[in-house]
């Protein structure tokens, strides 16, 4: 199993209801997605960031296309990324 997560601080908070839509709209639309869970930060600490993406697959290179897949590309990160200040990300095998 592959994951991939990715943290994602907001120019504005106001936007997390429809940020977390948009990850979670790819859900059943690609195939080698196996699992996607979104969550909000509770806490707003100074070190933390807004909203956090967990994806799981097979294996890398499924994550790898992900990545390229026109669902995360034109349909999620197109009007993801004009809401973000910045995002990381941290990709493990398990």
């Known amino acids: 199993m ?5 943290f ?6 106001n936007n997390t ?10 859900e059943g639309k690609i ?4 699992e996607i869970k979104v969550g909000e ?7 933390s960031y807004d909203i956090a993406l967990i994806t799981k697959f097979d294996s890398k ?3 790898d296309n992900y990545q390229v897949n026109p669902v995360h590309v034109n349909e999620v990160v197109k009007y ?3 809401m973000l200040e910045g995002s990381a990300s941290v ?3 398990e």
């Not at 592959?2 to 990715?6: A, E, G, L």
């Not at 994602?8 to 908070?13: E, I, Q, S, T, V």
């Not at 930060?41 to 070190?47: E, F, L, Y």
């Open 80 to 82: 993801l990324k004009p």
């Open 8 to 13: 994602f601080k907001l120019k504005d908070r």
């Open 61 to 63: 290179e499924d994550m």
């Open 91 to 93: 990709d493990f095998e």
């Open 41 to 47: 930060d509770v806490v707003h600490s100074q070190r």
């Open 31 to 34: 195939s080698f997605l196996k």
């Open 2 to 6: 592959f994951t991939h997560i990715v």
């Open 17 to 26: 209801k429809k940020a977390k839509e948009l990850l979670l709209s790819m």
